[in-house]
């Protein structure tokens, strides 16, 4: 069965950095583009980044351009998303997700999109 295991939340001061990583098993991790998602406390689920299936190539929401970068890595099914001068304001549980359709990639993603979720990690910036 398909699951995908988040890791790499924590507390991290304002200004700091953070890698979160997301291992997938059970599908074909190299025919998929991967998404970020990340929910805030009485906030609606956000798109913050997406990969194409090969991981060369990935847009960002614009609240985390040019801090957050995503990378795919096929060999060893695993997605991770590098943070960068963190802001209070990016606290959130953070979810990796698949697209549902094999191939496709597009430049924003909405929970509509996704076909698989991982369980969340928590990242939390003290100002």
């Known amino acids: 069965q398909v699951q995908m295991v988040e890791s790499g939340g924590d507390l991290v001061q304002a200004g700091g950095s953070l890698t979160l990583s997301c291992t997938a098993s059970?599908?074909?991790?190299?025919?998929?583009?991967m998404v970020w998602f990340r929910q805030a406390p009485g906030k609606e689920r956000e798109w913050v980044s997406s990969?194409?299936?090969?991981?060369?190539?990935?847009v960002y929401a614009d609240s985390v351009q040019g801090r957050f970068t995503t990378s795919k890595h096929n060999a060893n099914n695993t997605l991770y998303l590098h943070m960068s001068s963190l802001q209070p304001e990016d606290t959130a549980i953070y979810y990796c997700a698949t697209d549902r359709i094999a191939f496709r990639w597009k430049d924003t993603y909405d929970p509509s999109d996704v076909g698989y979720w991982g369980q969340g990690t928590q990242v939390t910036v003290s100002s």
């Open positions: 990969i194409n299936f090969s991981g060369r190539a990935a």
């Open positions: 059970g599908f074909s991790f190299g025919k998929y583009a």
